[in-house]
C-alpha cells in the first residue's frame, strides 16, 4: 500500500490494476491530488475507486477532468445526458451480457477513447466480474524477432463484427433493454499500428482484439489470420489479467490504449445496472 498526497493506492501484486481510496470524487479535486490519480492510473492502468455514490452529473464532471468526452456510437445514450451509457441489463434477459468479448473500446475509430469510466449503480450477488488484459507487458514479453517482425505493421480495425450490417446484434433476435444501433457505418475500416505507443508512460503496447481487429494490412487472410491468432491468445494468458470484482458504487477507470478487456456473464435472473463515460484519445502512434 503507497500513501501519495491524499490518496491512498493499493496495486495489484502485478502491478497491473490498482485500488484508490482517500479521494471523494462527487466533489473538484485539488490539481495536487487530480495529479496523483492520473499518474497512479498511468502507473496501474486500471484503477479501482470505492465508495462513490456518484450522480451522473458527478460521474460527467470528473470525467471531463481527465479530459474531454470521446465518442460513444452505436449505443444510444441516456436521455438528457448525451455522453452517458447506462449499461442494464434485465433478470429476465436471456441476450448475451454487452461487452463478452475481449475488445479495447472503439479502437475502430480515427481518435480510439483514452479512458473509460464505468460506475456501478447495481451489481448481482453473483458473477460480472470484468477480466483486463496487459497490452503492455504482453508485448515487452515477445521475442526480439516477434517484436521486429511487427515494426511497421499496420491492423485493420472495424466494427462490422458486432455493429455491422451482418454483425452480432443485427442477427440477434433475444430480448436486450440496451438501445444498440446497427448502421452501415459499422461496415467501415482503418488502420492503426499495431504495436502502439503511450503517449504519457512511452510504453510499447499490442493494440489489437479480437472483437475489432479484422486484419493486417498487405497481409493476405491466412497470414493475417495466424499472426493475430497468436496476439490474441498470447495477450490474454493469465500472467497478463487481472479479474475486477465488482462493489457496489465503484468506479472504474481503464487505459483503452494499452488494455483489452472482456466483461463475463453468470448473472442470469439479476438486475445489473452500469453507468459509462468515455474519455477521447489521440491517434495511436
Known sequence: MVQVAEIIV?????????????????????????????????????????????????????????GPFGVD?????????????????????????????????????????????????????????????????????LSPVMKKMLEGVRAIHSASRAYGTQGVFAKESAKRTMEIIVSPEADKTLTHPLVRTHPVTGRKALFVSPVYTVGIEGMAVAESQAILGFLFAHIVQE???????????MLLMWDNRCTVHFAEGGYDGHLRVMHRTTVAGEPPV
Not at 500472467?239 to 457496489?248: G, L, T
Open 239 to 249: 500472467q497478463f489479467v487481472y479479474r475486477h470484482r465488482w462493489e457496489k458504487d
Open 73 to 141: 456510437p452505436f449505443i444510444a445514450p441516456m436521455p438528457g445526458h448525451p455522453n452517458v451509457l447506462e449499461l442494464r441489463r434485465e433478470p429476465d434477459e436471456t441476450a448475451t451480457n454487452f461487452g463478452a468479448g475481449w475488445h479495447s473500446d472503439w479502437s475502430f475509430q480515427k481518435t480510439p477513447p483514452a479512458a473509460t469510466l464505468l460506475r456501478s449503480q447495481v451489481i448481482p450477488p453473483v458473477g460480472g466480474d470484468t477480466l483486463f488484459a496487459d497490452c503492455s507487458r504482453a508485448y515487452e514479453a
Open 10 to 66: 493499493t496495486p495489484q501484486e502485478s502491478g497491473f490494476g490498482a485500488r484508490i481510496e482517500g479521494v471523494d470524487l462527487s466533489r473538484p479535486l485539488p490539481p495536487a491530488v487530480l495529479a496523483e490519480v492520473k499518474a497512479a492510473w498511468a502507473r496501474h492502468s486500471v484503477v479501482a475507486f470505492p465508495g462513490q455514490p456518484l450522480s451522473l452529473e458527478a460521474l460527467e464532471a470528473f470525467t471531463q477532468t481527465i
